[in-house]
């Protein structure tokens, strides 16, 4: 190298100055290209992803989205689900008509009842009271209606809390309120809703044989659904008028009390695996059920308190005679032959 420099020749004098300035260019080319390489990276990119449009392996994702299965690492209920896609279906139907509909069938509920009262208001006891009672409910039978009332309630207002919560409670509570009452009712709803199947089980168990239906109810129906808007009519009824049978008894109880508690008992876990497909789907039926059922309940609690003589079976199990000639007249004939 020394020996290069020292060459004083005009020859290697040339090829020296020659090496300079071509590495001065080089240098120079590649201070003002290199960043420009930013650009051309950014446009390979926004080419990549129109690419991506036909990209095989856009394509992969795409398919593991809409649910096709492959390998995972991690082993357990959902070995081998890529992407459990079903949650935002799941939250589309919860939020969507879940959370839309409900509403306006409860408000179509009450707003009947409140033109129910409107036409008919109280259903008065006809004629003066004797005095003269008969009994209705026995101890045991009251105590397993208030257990199964109360329940429902508490758990009504639980789980309401936790379905429309977001859009009612969170502008009055706030976030950090919102999320201690929504805390404490998903508690309760959880501890409490097995002891309301025990209850539902013990209701049905003491009273199916008298909702067992008969040719009366039918009759009941066709006279105007027991002519509940009609002053002073009162078709024949048993021990509980169709309505309750049907209602009450047949689609509150057995039908929608099975749906409820069966499909409770799987998001607790207490029946089958806690797959998240199965509990997407299970969580959408438990929640449209108990709104029919709270629904069919509001009509009973409204025509428990508008019939005059009725709250009184369920509180002291007592009716008056007058009362019972009235609603349930086949029933008392049985009760006084005794
Ligand atoms: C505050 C709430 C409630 C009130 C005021 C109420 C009132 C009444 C009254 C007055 C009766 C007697 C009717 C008669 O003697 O013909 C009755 C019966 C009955 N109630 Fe309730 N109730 C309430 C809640 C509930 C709930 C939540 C359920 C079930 C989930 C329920 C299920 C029943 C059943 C099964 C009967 C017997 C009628 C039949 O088997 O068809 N009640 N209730």
Request: hydrophobic share 50%; proline share 3%.
């Amino acid at each position: 190298m020394c020996g290069f420099i020292k060459d004083k020749t005009p020859k290697a004098v040339a090829r020296r100055k020659r090496i300079v300035l071509t590495s001065f260019a080089i240098l120079l080319a590649s201070v003002v290209l290199l960043p420009l390489g930013g650009y051309l990276y950014s446009g390979l990119s926004a080419q990549a992803a129109a690419e991506e449009q036909t990209n095989p392996r856009a394509n992969y994702w795409r398919a593991v989205r809409q649910g096709n299965t492959g390998y995972t690492a991690v082993m357990g209920q959902e070995t081998n689900t890529l992407i459990q896609n079903g949650g935002q279906n799941w939250r589309q139907w919860r939020n969507g008509p879940v959370a839309n509909i409900s509403p306006w069938f409860l408000a179509l509920v009450l707003l009947s009842l409140g033109l129910l009262f409107l036409l008919r208001g109280t259903m008065k006891i006809e004629g003066t009271l004797s005095g003269r009672t008969v009994t209705r409910y026995n101890v045991a039978e009251r105590v397993i209606h208030w257990y199964v009332a109360i329940l429902f309630i508490i758990l009504t207002i639980t789980g309401l809390s936790l379905l429309f919560g977001r859009a009612v409670l969170i502008p009055i509570l706030g976030y950090s309120g919102f999320s201690d009452w929504a805390n404490f009712s998903i508690l309760l709803h959880n501890y409490l809703g097995p002891f309301f199947t025990v209850g539902v089980v013990l209701a049905v168990i003491a009273w199916i044989k008298d909702n067992i239906p008969t040719a009366t109810d039918w009759q009941w129906f066709k006279e105007g659904v027991g002519g509940i808007l009609a002053k002073g009519k009162h078709p024949h009824a048993e021990r509980f008028n169709a309505g309750e049978k049907v209602f009450v008894f047949w689609l509150g109880l057995i039908v929608l009390g099975a749906i409820v508690s069966i499909t409770g008992f799987m998001l607790i876990g207490w029946i089958g695996e806690q797959m998240r497909a199965t509990m997407q789907l299970v969580n959408v039926i438990h929640a449209v059920a108990s709104i029919v059922w709270i629904g069919i309940i509001c009509g009973h609690i409204y025509l428990g308190l508008a019939t005059e003589g009725a709250l009184q079976g369920m509180t002291r199990g007592q009716v008056s005679e007058e009362w019972a000639k009235q609603h349930h007249d086949l029933w008392y004939k049985q009760a006084k032959k005794g």
